[in-house]
């Protein structure tokens, strides 16, 4: 809208934040505008709004450095380096990165057998696959992979799931039609391998103390997320309990960086969904303006902007 370019980086696989990563399936009703909405909807349409302007997302990029020269910022991730003249902190609670399989048997096969994040249903035609965990992701695919994978096999430590019902009765039909199999008391014992390929798994009933070996070419944990600072907070900012402190237009002390959302701190914060798109709005017309300080702070309102094909009143 105010004519910049922009790009947002972020550590997850998908766009979204905490309401991709905690609660998808949750309803929220103080979204203004919304009479009630599940995040994962949510997401979707902020994604569709942002995408009218085209802008790139980088996802599964982690942050972790900040490089200043020449009054160019450059965000250093895990694997590339992105240019920038200013830069707008909206780090949450942290960058989350899938839980990993607590057995210790399971490191060594990660990236290997062991995949931490799902890409595309195709990657696993023709295979075995396990699945281990009992939430919306581990549900999702098990559904998801049925016809496409060569069987499918969902393990959890308890009989109770956390995940929307409809799937969980569309995956337990499927398992009680003989097309999948759900393991309910079970947890990984060990992997089975041959030469350097995983080839199954041993399964422990933790009631009954006994052990399956099954077939499996990979295995996929829905563990859930954990979330990490890092580096994020050394960049010469005031920051106490892993929030930045702000002023009220969002600046962080250090000229050319703004914080916005759960991660900054003022008098009177409020970590919400509105508060934070309100800060966003704040930091982004003052960043516009410091880059380009021919340009206004407010750039006045949206129904009356000529990118829209709209003309003023
Ligand atoms: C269970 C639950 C229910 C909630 N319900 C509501 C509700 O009903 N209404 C409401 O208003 N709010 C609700 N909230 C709070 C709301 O989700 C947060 O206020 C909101 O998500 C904050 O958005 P954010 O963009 O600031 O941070 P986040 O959503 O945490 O997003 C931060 C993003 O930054 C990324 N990131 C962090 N560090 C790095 C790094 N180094 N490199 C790359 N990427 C990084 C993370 O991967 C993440 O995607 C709820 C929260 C929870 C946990």
Request: charged share 20%; proline share 5%; net charge negative.
């Amino acid at each position: 809208m105010r004519g910049a370019t922009a790009q947002v980086i972020d550590a997850l696989p998908e766009p979204g934040g905490q309401l991709a990563a905690l609660y998808p399936e949750k309803l929220i009703f103080d979204v203004a505008g919304f009479p009630r909405v599940l995040a994962k909807d949510l997401v979707a349409n902020l994604r569709q709004q942002a995408g009218q302007f085209g802008q790139p997302i980088h996802c599964g990029q982690r942050v972790v450095g900040l490089e200043e020269a020449d009054g160019v910022f450059t965000l250093v991730t895990e694997t590339d380096r992105f240019p920038s003249r200013a830069v707008i902190i909206a780090a949450g609670i942290g960058a989350f990165a899938p839980r990993k399989l607590p057995q210790a048997c399971a490191e060594p096969w990660y990236g290997r057998g062991i995949d931490p994040v799902v890409r595309s249903p195709q990657d696993y035609a023709g295979k075995h696959v396990v699945i281990i965990g009992g939430g919306d992701s581990a549900f999702d695919w098990a559904h998801q992979l049925e016809g496409v994978a060569r069987s499918i096999r969902l393990v959890h430590r308890s009989d109770r799931f956390r995940a929307h019902q409809a799937t969980v009765d569309q995956v337990l039909a499927s398992a009680a039609a003989g097309r999948s199999a759900v393991h309910t008391f079970h947890e990984l014992a060990d992997v089975v391998a041959e030469g350097d390929r995983l080839v199954a798994l041993d399964l422990k009933d933790i009631k009954a103390k006994t052990t399956t070996r099954v077939p499996c070419d990979v295995v996929l944990p829905m563990l859930g997320f954990v979330s990490d600072m890092g580096a994020l907070l050394d960049w010469g900012l005031t920051v106490e309990k892993d929030e930045i402190h702000v002023s009220q237009t969002m600046e962080t002390g250090r000229p050319g960086l703004w914080a916005v959302g759960d991660v900054n701190t003022y008098p009177g914060k409020l970590k919400l969904i509105a508060t934070g798109f309100a800060e966003a709005c704040i930091a982004v017309n003052q960043a516009v303006h410091w880059v380009y300080p021919d340009k206004k702070v407010n750039p006045g309102h949206s129904s009356n902007l000529a990118v829209f094909g709209q003309k003023d009143d």
